[in-house]
Structure formats: C-alpha cells, structure tokens
C-alpha cells in the first residue's frame, strides 16, 4: 500500500512540475498575443465587453475543470494549464497602460526608457494626479494657441453655416 501511495505521489508531483513549467513557458506567449491585431482590438473594447468576456472564459475554464479528468500525469497537466489559462488571458486582457509601458520600455533607451520606467512603478492616483497637472501646464502654455484654434474653428463653422442659408460674404 505504501508503494502505491509514493507512485500516486510521484504522479502528482511530475503533473505539478510539469504544469507550472508549462505555464511558465506560456507567458510569453499569452503576451504576444495582445500585441496582435486581434489582441489590440480585444484591449480596446469597453470594460463591460471585457468583464463579460472575462466571465465567459472563466465559465469555460470552470467546465473544463469539472469535466476534464486528471486520471493520469498528463491530464492533469493539461487541466491544470487548461484552468490557469482563463485568469492569465484576463488578467492581459483587463490590464492596460502597464503592458503598454512594459512593451514601450524594451524599445526605449536613454531618458525615456528612465521615464517609462518609474511611470511603470507609478501608483494609479499619482499617475492619475500627474496626468492632471501635465494637461493643465500645457493648457496654461498653449492657452493662447488654443483660443485662436478654437476661434478659426469657430469662424469656419459659421462660415459653412451660412454658405449652407445661402448667406454670401
């Protein structure tokens, strides 16, 4: 019996290690993935789109958990990948500035790649709090810039207005 209980042990470690290599492996892929087109337009939807996708996939993962099974080393191996699957797609497909600085920051040398880099560490609301002063600074610089683009925008849409009545001039 105890033989029995050491094999049984064996397996479910092998199927561990093998699992945990295997999702390993596949973070790279999983990456790459949101940087094709269709993993770009998957990060664009709107956030309902995407919980509901997030939902979706986790009642997949949650069926093929239920119904897969885990007899031998190798389908255990399988479930165990099969069911990480879902929370590594969402957690890419939810997340999105971060994987965008990352991606940035492998391109980048110099200053910027400094920049991207402590924005990567940058809490949310002091990002969010940055962001904030950033469009107010160069609202305040090109405040001047923006009132006469406002203003010819505004003279062209009047213009287009009255040629549209039938008003020369």
Not at 31 to 54: C, H, P, W, Y
Not at 63 to 76: A, I, N
Not at 110 to 131: C, H, R, Y
């Amino acid at each position: 019996m105890d033989s029995t209980r050491t094999a049984q042990t064996a397996k479910n470690f092998l199927a561990f290690l093998s699992s945990g290599y295997t999702k390993m492996l596949l973070e790279k892929p999983y990456d790459e993935f949101f940087q094709t087109e269709l993993g770009i337009k998957l990060k664009r939807l709107g956030l309902v789109s995407k919980n509901a996708m997030v939902v979706a996939l986790g009642l997949l993962a949650f069926f093929l958990e239920q119904k897969l099974s885990d007899d031998t080393v190798l389908k255990k191996m399988f479930k165990e990948v099969a069911t990480d699957a879902w929370p590594e797609f969402s957690k890419r497909l939810l997340n999105g500035f971060t994987d965008f600085l990352v991606s940035r920051s492998a391109a980048a040398s110099g200053e910027e790649k400094v920049a991207i880099d402590k924005l990567s560490q940058t809490k949310p609301e002091e990002l969010n709090e940055l962001l904030v002063a950033l469009a107010r600074d160069v609202k305040s610089r090109h405040s001047d810039f923006l009132d006469r683009a406002t203003e010819r925008i505004r003279k062209s849409r009047e213009k287009l207005q009255n040629r549209k009545r039938g008003v020369l001039w």
